[in-house]
Nanobody, 123 residues
């Protein structure tokens, strides 16, 4: 089992920045990739970014490309999401997730999930 705990959410103005963290514990050696997803009110959960644990390859949703950066500290088993130039449409609950076998944009491939952290961008 892998446990994931997100932190770093909050209220920020349009154009501002936030950095989310996700601390992983448990059987972290089994992790192949970790990703960030988000869910806005009344909408389905959507992919944001993914990073492959072994070589830090990354992939982003078009909506965040150039504004968000996913990274990880393998020694600390921590995943990050640096969010810059935030927009009101970035408002959502952000979830980190861990995948044991693939490097995927599909939430259905992920095995473990955090509890989520709220990000609100005010105009």
């Amino acid at each position: 089992q892998v446990q994931l705990v997100e932190s770093g959410g909050g209220l920020v103005q349009v154009g501002g920045s936030l950095r989310l963290s996700c601390a992983a514990s448990g059987r972290t050696a089994s992790i192949s990739a970790m990703g960030w997803f988000r869910q806005a009110p009344g909408k389905e959960r959507e992919f944001v970014a993914v990073i492959r644990w072994i070589n830090s390859n990354t992939y982003y949703a078009n909506s965040v490309k150039g504004r968000f950066t996913i990274s990880r500290d393998s020694a600390q088993n921590t995943l990050y999401l640096q969010m810059n130039s935030l927009k009101p449409e970035d408002t959502a609950v952000y979830y980190c997730a861990a995948d044991r076998t693939t490097y995927s944009v599909s939430e259905y491939q992920y095995d473990y999930w955090g509890q989520g952290t709220q990000v609100t961008v005010s105009s």
